[in-house]
């Protein structure tokens, strides 16, 4: 279902987000969430496809869809035991005591066994735990990751945008649409750099790409600080650092 599509104000023009199987998904970059569509919605960004389709989105974003109520469990009565009329004194024979012993006995019996399975089955989960491989580090460290990234991409390519924008239309409403994506980006850089540093305690081949990869963050930092000191002074040592990294990032994708 189409939800929108990137209108001239960005350089994303022409590209569609759409909403599939429950999410949502920009055009050639994957998966997005409800609350980045109406981000792009408030940068004046988005054409809407209709109404609905944007009612739906601030429905997701806001979380307004509820889950569904856990029906009660039903209440059973238990029933009385039979009231047996009371046996005359001297009555227990034999035989009841006999049918007493038989049923500790198999009690006794049923309690041990429930044990010693317990006692198994804690054992062998014990024995079979997960073992941490460097694979598998790799492969956690990019699951917790990913949705950070997913925003440090989005935050970057509005910027990107906004460049390509500026050098088109050349006007004060670009430079400040540039200024204010910048900023935004800038800030959102900062505070995920703490995110990427908290993994970055892997040792060997892994623990340097981590490394990397904060390092990375951190340069993308600066250069939206960079982008912000532009628009408020142009000139080529402002801009240096920001076309520094953009060419790095071109030349990685």
């Known amino acids: 279902m ?10 994303w023009v022409g590209k569609t987000i759409t909403f599939e199987n429950d999410t949502f998904v920009l055009q050639d970059h994957g998966p997005i969430s409800a609350s980045d569509v109406m981000q792009y919605d408030k940068q004046g960004h988005l054409v809407w496809a209709n109404e609905q389709a944007r ?7 806001q ?3 509820a889950p569904a109520p856990i029906a009660p469990v039903a209440m059973v009565e238990r029933s009385s035991p039979p009231t047996s009329q009371p046996a005359p004194s001297g009555a227990k024979t034999k035989k009841t005591k006999k049918k007493m012993t038989v049923r500790r006995r198999l009690m006794f ?11 198994v089955v804690a054992v062998a989960v014990a024995a079979s735990g997960p073992k941490t491989t460097p694979a598998q580090q790799a492969r956690d460290y990019i699951t917790s990751h990913e949705g950070d990234a997913l925003i440090v991409q989005h935050a970057v390519f509005n910027v990107q945008a906004d460049v390509h924008a500026l050098t088109l239309l050349k006007t004060q409403a670009a430079v400040n649409t540039l200024a204010q994506d910048a900023q935004q980006a800038h800030d959102t850089l900062n505070s995920l750099r703490g995110a990427f540093a908290l993994n970055t305690t892997t040792s060997g081949a892994l623990g340097n790409d981590e490394t990397e990869v904060f390092g990375a963050v951190n340069d993308l930092k600066n250069a939206m ?4 000191a532009f628009t408020g002074n142009p000139n080529a040592a402002t801009l240096a650092q920001f076309s520094e990294v953009a060419g790095r990032i071109r030349t990685a994708r």
């Open 2 to 11: 189409l939800v929108a599509t990137f209108g001239p104000t960005t350089g």
């Open 55 to 61: 009612a739906l989105v601030e429905a997701k974003a």
């Open 63 to 65: 979380g307004a869809v």
């Open 109 to 119: 019996s049923l309690l041990a066994f429930v044990v010693i399975v317990v006692v």
């Open 225 to 228: 600080g960079a982008a912000v």
